[in-house]
DNA sequence: ACCGAATATTCGAATTTAATGAGATTGCCA
DNA sequence: TGGCAATCTCATTAAATTCGAATATTCGGT
């Protein structure tokens, strides 16, 4: 495999590569969702994740639909649902390790 | 879910969003590998490939074994490996759109 | 015990990323 | 046209990432 289509690979695992843009992902998931939708359920500021929405699109991990004063966010394949799946599954297999590595980052951050 | 569990996903991410992790990865999908012969297939600095095999190894994405003066390593969990066929089949669908998108960027980076 | 091979770790500089606050668009409706 | 709501973009700053060079560690052989 060329070395640039294994950094485009890893540009979308970038993309996905935050907390943020996994909840728009999931939330996402089930229904095409508006900014201000997206904004006020994640409970977070506008230009945030306006911002996160920018990277989702740039690596065009979701599509969006102007409609009027608003814009309408969707998943673009449901690829990435079945990645982010597959992901759940991975993280209920280890979930008590996950457990124990969060708490010990806790207590070590304290 | 809560936000701490996205974060470990997020890491998981972002663990794979590397060029370099990602050539790892692929090159531990068919057989175990010694560190040497990483940096050996990989021809990159040997600093460099052990730094990137930490934070594999952080995240847990790789387990190595110690046999005498070399490190093995292989990947820890085939859902992994699945997610990078999923990658791979959602690359092949795109593939013209993204050879375009790394058309551009050279364009314009030059 | 010493040496060399294999691997890991530390450090510093350059680059990239994330969050916030302020400003700029765009589209609707009176 | 004026104004408001929804959304995006820009600038700044703090934090994280990446790489190479140098250094450290660990193990087997002599």
Same mark, same amino acid.
């Given at each position: +495999?060329?070395?640039?289509?294994?950094?485009?690979?890893?540009? *979308?695992?970038?993309?996905?590569?935050?907390? #943020?843009?996994?909840?728009? %992902? $999931?939330?996402?998931?089930?229904?095409?969702?508006?900014?201000?939708?997206?904004?006020?359920?994640?409970? +977070?500021?506008?230009?945030? !994740?306006?911002?996160?929405?920018?990277?989702?699109? #740039?690596?065009? %991990? *979701?599509?969006?639909?102007?409609?009027?004063?608003? !814009?309408?966010?969707? !998943?673009?394949?449901?690829?990435?649902?079945? !990645?982010?799946?597959?992901?759940?599954?991975?993280?209920?297999?280890?979930? #008590?390790?996950?457990?124990? +590595?969060?708490?010990?980052?806790? $207590?070590?951050?304290?």
């Amino acid at each position: +495999m060329p070395d640039s289509l294994r950094r485009f690979k890893a540009d *979308v695992f970038q993309a996905l590569a935050h907390p #943020t843009r996994i909840a728009i %992902l $999931e939330l996402l998931g089930t229904a095409e969702l508006s900014a201000g939708e997206l904004i006020e359920r994640l409970g +977070m500021e506008q230009a945030n !994740v306006s911002q996160h929405l920018a990277i989702l699109r #740039t690596q065009r %991990l *979701v599509i969006n639909r102007k409609s009027g004063n608003q !814009v309408f966010y969707s !998943v673009r394949d449901p690829i990435l649902l079945e !990645v982010l799946t597959l992901m759940r599954s991975y993280f209920q297999k280890y979930l #008590t390790e996950a457990q124990q +590595m969060l708490r010990e980052m806790s $207590e070590s951050g304290s």
